[in-house]
């Protein structure tokens, strides 16, 4: 089985915001493969359900994006899963806006739950599918603001257009064919998809 997290921050008030894409992008899956996210529990919203034929598990922790890895800990140590069975979405700033990158490994980049979710695991050994959030228009003094602000509409638009090819890489990533998610995904979506 594979554990396939979005991150996010709980509660209506962070709905549609920057640091919430990895929730969209984990609603965006669950409506595309069919799968529920209905149930409590291990600090989540979650779902289970296939993806190409792999047992998959979407997961919204609702810890707030500091303590990501206290979430899903719980849900790995009970299924008995390494580093290697989570796949974790998430918002990226040094990404221009909906812009993809994939990672197998690797430092928090300064993403506080990547950081928290390194931190339980006692590993990076983890893939991430990072969603550009873009930069602050008035740079790192309005970090807070940015990533907490609405997602425009046009950003919406970009963001569905990536939230697609995450779609279209995972079946790919859970397969163990990473690197060629990579090479096909990486840098998409390009403004003429």
Known sequence: MKIIAGLGNPGTKYDGTRHNIGFGAIDYIAH????????????ALYGQGTIDGEKVMLIK????????????????????LQPEDLIVIHDD???????IRIRTSGSAGGHNGIKDIILRLNSDK?????????QPEH????MINHVLGSLSKQETDILDKSAEMVVKALPLIIKGNTALAMSKYNGMPNAEE
Do not use: C, V, W
């Open 32 to 43: 595309h493969f069919d799968i529920k996210i209905n149930k409590l529990g291990y600090k």
């Open 93 to 99: 700033i040094d990404l221009p806006t909906g812009k």
């Open 139 to 142: 740079g790192k003094a309005d």
């Open 126 to 134: 983890f893939t991430r599918i990072k969603i550009g959030a873009g």
């Open 61 to 80: 922790p609702q810890t707030f994006m500091n303590l990501s890895g206290t979430s899903l800990i719980e849900a790995m140590s009970f299924y008995k």
